[in-house]
Protein backbone atom coordinates (compact mmCIF):
# COMPACT_ATOMS: atom_id res chain seq x y z
CA UNK A 1 0.00 0.00 0.00
CA UNK A 2 1.09 3.20 -0.82
CA UNK A 3 0.91 6.16 2.50
CA UNK A 4 0.01 8.62 -0.06
CA UNK A 5 -2.00 7.20 -2.93
CA UNK A 6 -3.11 9.21 -5.97
CA UNK A 7 -6.12 7.84 -7.49
CA UNK A 8 -5.69 7.52 -11.51
CA UNK A 9 -1.71 6.71 -10.85
CA UNK A 10 -0.87 3.14 -12.28
CA UNK A 11 1.69 2.45 -10.11
CA UNK A 12 0.00 3.38 -6.74
CA UNK A 13 -2.43 1.03 -8.44
CA UNK A 14 0.25 -1.63 -8.71
CA UNK A 15 1.49 -0.66 -4.93
CA UNK A 16 -2.59 -1.44 -3.77
CA UNK A 17 -3.10 -4.30 -5.42
CA UNK A 18 -5.44 -3.57 -7.71
CA UNK A 19 -3.72 -4.43 -10.96
CA UNK A 20 -1.22 -7.31 -11.06
CA UNK A 21 2.13 -7.27 -11.12
CA UNK A 22 4.91 -9.81 -11.40
CA UNK A 23 7.27 -8.47 -8.22
CA UNK A 24 10.80 -9.80 -7.55
CA UNK A 25 11.35 -8.06 -4.71
CA UNK A 26 9.96 -6.22 -2.21
CA UNK A 27 10.89 -4.02 1.36
CA UNK A 28 9.10 -2.02 3.45
CA UNK A 29 9.84 1.33 1.22
CA UNK A 30 10.12 -0.27 -2.32
CA UNK A 31 8.31 -2.81 -4.51
CA UNK A 32 10.47 -4.25 -7.88
CA UNK A 33 8.43 -5.71 -10.66
CA UNK A 34 8.84 -6.83 -14.28
CA UNK A 35 8.09 -4.39 -16.98
CA UNK A 36 5.45 -5.14 -18.87
CA UNK A 37 7.26 -4.23 -22.02
CA UNK A 38 11.10 -6.04 -21.66
CA UNK A 39 13.41 -3.80 -23.54
CA UNK A 40 16.34 -6.18 -22.62
CA UNK A 41 16.35 -9.58 -20.75
CA UNK A 42 16.28 -7.91 -17.18
CA UNK A 43 14.47 -5.02 -17.30
CA UNK A 44 12.87 -4.36 -13.72
CA UNK A 45 10.85 -1.26 -12.74
CA UNK A 46 12.09 0.22 -8.95
CA UNK A 47 9.18 2.44 -7.20
CA UNK A 48 8.93 3.81 -3.51
CA UNK A 49 5.68 2.95 -1.96
CA UNK A 50 5.51 6.96 -1.49
CA UNK A 51 4.10 8.36 -4.78
CA UNK A 52 6.51 11.15 -6.27
CA UNK A 53 6.16 12.01 -10.27
CA UNK A 54 9.54 11.89 -10.90
CA UNK A 55 13.13 11.39 -9.53
CA UNK A 56 14.00 15.17 -8.86
CA UNK A 57 11.06 15.50 -7.19
CA UNK A 58 11.32 12.30 -4.86
CA UNK A 59 15.01 13.69 -4.30
CA UNK A 60 13.92 16.76 -3.15
CA UNK A 61 11.48 15.49 -0.73
CA UNK A 62 13.15 12.40 0.64
CA UNK A 63 17.05 12.07 -0.16
CA UNK A 64 17.43 9.19 2.17
CA UNK A 65 14.85 7.08 0.07
CA UNK A 66 16.11 8.74 -2.82
CA UNK A 67 19.26 6.97 -2.03
CA UNK A 68 17.47 3.58 -0.82
CA UNK A 69 15.86 2.91 -4.28
CA UNK A 70 18.99 3.15 -6.03
CA UNK A 71 21.12 0.52 -3.08
CA UNK A 72 17.86 -1.28 -4.03
CA UNK A 73 18.44 -0.89 -7.72
CA UNK A 74 21.84 -2.57 -7.12
CA UNK A 75 20.51 -5.45 -5.18
CA UNK A 76 17.69 -6.18 -8.37
CA UNK A 77 20.67 -5.89 -10.08
CA UNK A 78 22.56 -8.95 -8.00
CA UNK A 79 19.43 -11.28 -7.47
CA UNK A 80 19.18 -10.84 -11.86
CA UNK A 81 22.81 -11.87 -12.11
CA UNK A 82 23.52 -8.95 -14.41
CA UNK A 83 25.60 -7.07 -11.26
CA UNK A 84 29.10 -8.19 -12.85
CA UNK A 85 28.70 -8.02 -16.53
CA UNK A 86 26.87 -4.56 -16.12
CA UNK A 87 23.65 -3.09 -16.24
CA UNK A 88 21.79 0.42 -16.87
CA UNK A 89 19.60 2.66 -14.79
CA UNK A 90 17.10 4.60 -16.04
CA UNK A 91 14.97 7.72 -14.96
CA UNK A 92 12.96 9.19 -17.89
CA UNK A 93 12.20 12.51 -16.13
CA UNK A 94 9.51 14.26 -18.51
CA UNK A 95 7.09 13.03 -21.27
CA UNK A 96 9.63 14.99 -23.44
CA UNK A 97 12.08 12.17 -22.68
CA UNK A 98 9.62 9.08 -22.91
CA UNK A 99 8.32 9.16 -19.26
CA UNK A 100 4.92 8.09 -19.41
CA UNK A 101 3.52 6.97 -15.73
CA UNK A 102 4.09 9.86 -13.48
CA UNK A 103 5.40 7.62 -10.26
CA UNK A 104 8.99 7.44 -9.87
CA UNK A 105 10.59 4.31 -11.23
CA UNK A 106 14.09 3.52 -11.96
CA UNK A 107 14.23 1.21 -14.84
CA UNK A 108 16.87 -1.86 -14.19
CA UNK A 109 17.83 -3.30 -17.30
CA UNK A 110 21.00 -5.96 -18.12
CA UNK A 111 21.79 -8.86 -19.91
CA UNK A 112 22.64 -7.20 -22.86
CA UNK A 113 24.81 -4.72 -24.64
CA UNK A 114 24.00 -1.29 -24.30
CA UNK A 115 24.71 1.65 -26.77
CA UNK A 116 25.72 5.43 -26.09
CA UNK A 117 24.60 7.78 -26.67
CA UNK A 118 21.18 6.01 -25.64
CA UNK A 119 19.19 7.03 -28.48
P1 LIG B 1 8.39 5.31 -18.52
O1 LIG B 1 8.05 5.34 -19.99
O2 LIG B 1 7.39 6.17 -17.73
O3 LIG B 1 9.81 5.62 -18.17
O4 LIG B 1 8.20 3.81 -18.05
C1 LIG B 1 6.96 3.24 -17.81
C2 LIG B 1 7.16 1.76 -17.99
O5 LIG B 1 6.03 1.09 -17.41
C3 LIG B 1 7.24 1.30 -19.44
O6 LIG B 1 8.49 0.66 -19.66
C4 LIG B 1 6.05 0.35 -19.60
O7 LIG B 1 6.35 -0.77 -20.40
C5 LIG B 1 5.75 -0.04 -18.17
N1 LIG B 1 4.36 -0.38 -17.93
C6 LIG B 1 3.27 0.27 -18.41
N2 LIG B 1 2.14 -0.30 -17.93
C7 LIG B 1 2.55 -1.34 -17.14
C8 LIG B 1 1.83 -2.30 -16.37
O8 LIG B 1 0.61 -2.32 -16.30
N3 LIG B 1 2.58 -3.22 -15.71
C9 LIG B 1 3.95 -3.22 -15.75
N4 LIG B 1 4.57 -4.18 -15.06
N5 LIG B 1 4.65 -2.31 -16.46
C10 LIG B 1 3.95 -1.39 -17.15
ZN1 LIG C 1 1.66 6.70 -7.67
Known amino acids: ?21 TVVRETDRTLAFRDINPQAP ?14 AA ?11 LLRECGEVARAEG ?17 QTVFHVHAHVLGGRGFGWPPG
Open 1 to 21: TTANPVSDCLFCKILAGEVPA
Open 42 to 55: THVLVIPKEHHPNA
Open 58 to 68: LAAADPELTAY
Open 82 to 98: VADSGYRIVFNTGSGAG
